[in-house]
């Protein structure tokens, strides 16, 4: 009797690798392996693609993979897409890309060097290192790169309305405008990208940048199209805690007056992740499906740079507003 209970014992142990192999192969989330955050996901041609942050200390943080997928399931990894051997004055961190087409070159925009200014208590006037940086701009004749530095210096660099120059995102709308929503520290810009990406339209006082700050928001910003409504969306709390989260407004034009609607994206109480946020959208081509692309990190896990990347369904009330998005360790399935 006691050596069956003993074998039943043994059998369970030895096929608990097996059983929990088999959960992880049902879900797709993340998806795919490694320390990835801020993820800006997008649609190429046929071809989905993810561009997130390398999630690690910033002596680290260095470099840019991307991610191509035909079905949104199965990965493919194309590496080292842009480093700090293209970026001539980029020395401490490399984060939050954005990418736009145009005119059959890809630009792919990210902040560099978390530059700091006097006054705050992260600037450190015996140390350089992040005196010098704000947003830059690279491009490449592939969405894959190689990726070359656009203009030799940062697209921006000073601290308009005390937005610290970081967490871009360039919407294209309807009449062909290319709108550069971005800004850290509870401050949003909106500024009009120039022809060319090498500057900014003034506005018609004269500012090239304008505050669009709704309550609530510290980072992250995104923009999307949806029946003629413009979704403005955003990262709330710190991004080093279990309070981060996405919230979002809706306005009729991509210039405001946003209204924030609440939070959609905020962390899970189970035990599936926490310090959800910074994210993107995609939408199916052809379709009314939505997909809400985004970093969280694990349980457990006290790390918090390790962040994964993960996707999950984004739906619509019949009035247009977002559902509250459920986090799930199954994503999205093929495509």
Known sequence: MHLKIILTTLLAVLTLPLIAQN??????????????????????????WVYPTFSDDYDKQLHFDAFSSKDLVNWEKHERILDTTKI?????????????EKDSKYYLFFGANDIQRPGRSSYDPNNDINHYGGIGVAVA??????????????????????????????????????????????????????????????????????????????????????NGMYYFMWSEGNWTDRSYKVAYAMADKPTGPYNRIGT????????????????????????????????????????????????????????????????????????
């Open 23 to 48: 959960q992880e192969q049902k879900g797709n989330n993340p998806i795919f392996d490694g320390w990835y955050a801020d993820p800006e996901g997008i649609v190429f041609g046929d071809t989905y």
């Open 88 to 100: 001539k004055w980029l020395r401490q961190a490399l984060w939050a890309p954005s990418i736009i």
């Open 141 to 226: 004749d592939n969405p894959a790169g190689p990726f070359e530095d656009y203009l030799g210096e940062p697209l921006i660099s000073g601290f308009y309305n005390d937005a610290q120059p970081i967490d871009q995102f360039v919407f294209k709308d309807v009449d062909g405008t290319h709108y550069f929503f971005y800004g850290g520290w509870s401050h949003c810009n909106l500024g009009k990208l120039n022809e060319d990406f090498t500057g900014f339209e003034p506005w018609d006082d004269g500012s090239l940048f304008k505050e669009i700050t709704p309550e609530g928001y510290v980072e992250g910003p995104f923009m999307f199209l949806r």
């Open 264 to 335: 959609v994206l905020e962390t899970n109480e189970g035990d599936i992740a926490t310090g959800a946020g910074h994210h993107s959208v995609i939408n199916k081509p052809g379709t009314d499906e939505w997909i809400i692309v985004y970093h969280r990190r694990p349980i457990p896990n006290k790390d918090r740079d390790h962040r994964v990347t993960c996707m999950d369904k984004m739906e619509f009330n019949p009035d247009g507003t977002i559902k509250p998005i459920k986090i799930t360790f199954e994503g999205i399935g093929a495509n």
